[in-house]
């Protein structure tokens, strides 16, 4: 009976003891819980944020360092196919889109050719140097010296490689290539302020007549003078100045 009784006083006793514990761990708990609000608002007060800007937790890191690596893998993989391609770099061309082609309607295979090329870049909204081979001999004979012969447009480079021509940029898209080669390219917002996409301005010197009347004065008459017509040094052969902004 003794035994018993010694036996229940210690376990009386251990549940007081354990119940304390737990009375001086909630305490311990919220004195903790004070110490760090207080804190937190000593950090507000002196960086002047606002209450309602929390700092990042680590979930937040997490996907912000998982975004990083996803944009990085992206940029990879956009290289390795731009790799694949022959570097042939037009001017002007080393970060964008160049595109050569034609508005000219006489074979139309060509012409319906450079419209495929064309939807395709409008259809993925981004910007590109469209060079005109009908409407300025320079771009077509650009496009020949980078090619090393006389080839038809269209013709497509991107950040100084050599695409191809519609066929290569047709099946480029359909196997989901052409997005990738085009990512980090610029968008297009709005049409050109200067020439609203045309690529090409009215001369104003010769107001698109690529010519223009210069004195003429016979030294050894002296009583005539004639008008001389002489070819416009500010524009093509078609009357027509690049847009500064687009071209």
Known sequence: MKGMKERLAKKI???????TLKQGLAHH?????????????????????NRGCVTPTLL???EDVEEQEQEHDLQEEEREILLEFEENCPPGGEDSIVFY????????????????????????R?????????????????MWRLLGAKVTSPRLFVRGRYIGGADEVVAL???GKLKKLLEGISLVDSPCECC???????????????????????????????????RCRECNENGLVKCPLCS
């Not at 708990?29 to 002047?48: C, Q």
């Not at 082609?101 to 993925?124: D, Q, S, W």
């Open 60 to 62: 937040e890191l997490e």
């Open 173 to 175: 898209n359909e196997n």
């Open 29 to 49: 708990r919220n004195n903790v819980d004070r110490t760090i609000h207080h804190l937190k608002e000593e950090i507000f007060a002196e960086s002047g944020q």
């Open 196 to 230: 609203k996409n045309e690529r090409f301005l009215i001369c104003s010197s010769c107001n698109g007549s690529s010519r223009l009347i210069v004195e003429h004065h016979d030294e050894e008459e002296t009583s005539n003078d004639s008008k001389m017509w002489t």
């Open 13 to 19: 006793k251990l549940i007081t003891i354990v119940s």
């Open 101 to 124: 082609t034609t508005g000219l309607r006489g074979v139309r295979k060509t012409f319906e050719a450079c419209r495929r090329v064309r939807f395709l870049l409008e259809n993925h």
């Open 126 to 142: 981004v910007k590109y140097k469209e060079r005109d081979v009908s409407m300025d001999s320079e771009f077509r004979d650009q």
